[in-house]
């Protein structure tokens, strides 16, 4: 079963639409993250998250923006959709010591936007 | 800064054992191992920590040199099943600070 939920799994939308993708996870991580993956290539940071209140720009620049009210939740925004934006988003969340486990990913949402 | 990952390509018969390495220019904490599958999630596989240790699961084990900030990913007798593209990601920072970069994967091809 999946500990961490992300919504929708697949997107289609035109230029210029607003859009949120919603990522939730249910095992009390403190820490969140956005990830943005081309099909087949690597995975860039674009946002992260310590914890409720806390959101940080990752390497890779991004039109994007997200917000953490509730440590479950974890939404990424963008104002106003274009085709560059095409990609996989995927969340994935951790606990603060990663010494002991890893970082657990959603299934992603591939968006394209026409 | 991206740590580097070796090969970028691998293709195996069943059986046969491979060795992925991932390396970095700055001082590292730590050191992820992941596997994606096509159109999955990547697949947390192992943590190693500094202090030089190695670690395995079941035919699948890595190690960290501290001292060249180089990891190496160790799969024996291969499975089909071990098929997907290998992520290494590295931590330079422990705790709340750390933040997981990847490399840019090594896809594995395992054959019958």
């Known amino acids: 079963e999946a500990d961490i939920y992300q919504t929708p799994r697949y997107l289609v939308i035109g230029t210029g639409k607003k859009i949120t993708l919603e990522c939730s996870q249910t095992m009390g991580h403190d820490k969140m993250y956005w990830y943005q993956q081309d099909p087949g290539m690597e995975l860039h940071l674009i946002h992260y998250?310590?914890?409720?209140?806390?959101?940080e720009k990752g390497d890779l620049s991004s039109e994007s923006t997200v917000s953490r009210i509730r440590t479950e939740h974890f939404p990424l925004t963008l104002e106003s959709a274009r085709p560059s934006h095409t990609s996989q988003y995927l969340c994935?969340?951790?606990?603060?010591?990663?010494?002991?486990?890893?970082?657990?990913f959603g299934s992603g949402t591939r968006l394209t936007v026409v | 800064q991206q740590p580097v990952q070796s090969p970028q390509a691998v293709i195996l018969r069943e059986g046969e054992d491979a060795v992925i390495n991932c390396s970095s220019s700055?001082?590292?904490?730590?050191v992820h191992w992941y596997r994606q599958k096509h159109g999955e999630a990547p697949v947390f596989l192992m943590i190693l920590l500094k202090g030089g240790e190695q670690k395995g699961h079941e035919k699948i084990s890595a190690s960290f040199n501290e001292k060249k900030q180089q990891s190496s990913l160790y799969l024996t007798a291969s499975q089909l099943s071990y098929s997907g593209t290998y992520f290494c990601g590295t931590e330079t920072h422990g705790g709340s600070q750390g933040n997981l970069i990847f490399g840019k994967g090594t896809k594995l091809s395992v054959k019958p």
């Open positions: 998250s310590y914890g409720v209140n806390s959101t």
């Open positions: 994935a969340s951790s606990f603060p010591l990663g010494g002991v486990s890893g970082y657990t």
């Open positions: 700055k001082a590292l904490y730590s």
